[in-house]
């Protein structure tokens, strides 16, 4: 079933009287916006997600070396900290460094992973 989307003046799309009144867009450009990916398929695709700040939890699973790097895109390491003051960016306190240098030695495995970091505090 298509659905007679149209755009208002302000970009939003809708099916009402409110989303085409004067200087209402034309309905192509409801289309879904592309995205510049490319057309793979995205269970080539997996991201991890690493709670660092519980490193040495037994709930944790494994330790930073046992990411199976080698399959996944992108690592999220959870959590450093950002200090407003100097800018600078730190590991959680109780993490240490060596953990943090364990994570960023994963490019070795795999060079074309991606390593994020989440900061907070």
Not at 49 to 68: R, T
Not at 77 to 103: A, N, Q
Request: glycine share 12%; with cysteine.
């Amino acid at each position: 079933m298509a659905v007679n989307l149209t755009v208002s003046e302000f970009g939003f799309c809708g099916t009402t009287g409110e989303s085409c009144g004067d200087g209402c867009q034309s309905k192509d450009k409801c289309k879904q916006p592309d995205s510049g990916a490319s057309s793979g398929n995205v269970q080539e695709r997996i991201i991890g997600y690493y709670e660092a700040f519980k490193y040495d939890s037994d709930c944790q699973g494994m330790n930073v070396k046992q990411i199976p790097v080698e399959s996944l895109a992108l690592v999220n390491w959870r959590l450093c900290l950002y200090r407003p003051d100097s800018y600078g960016i730190d590991p959680m306190p109780h993490v240490g460094e060596k953990t943090l240098k364990d994570f960023t030695a994963l490019k070795e495995r795999n060079p074309h992973v991606v390593l994020g970091v989440s900061l907070g505090g």
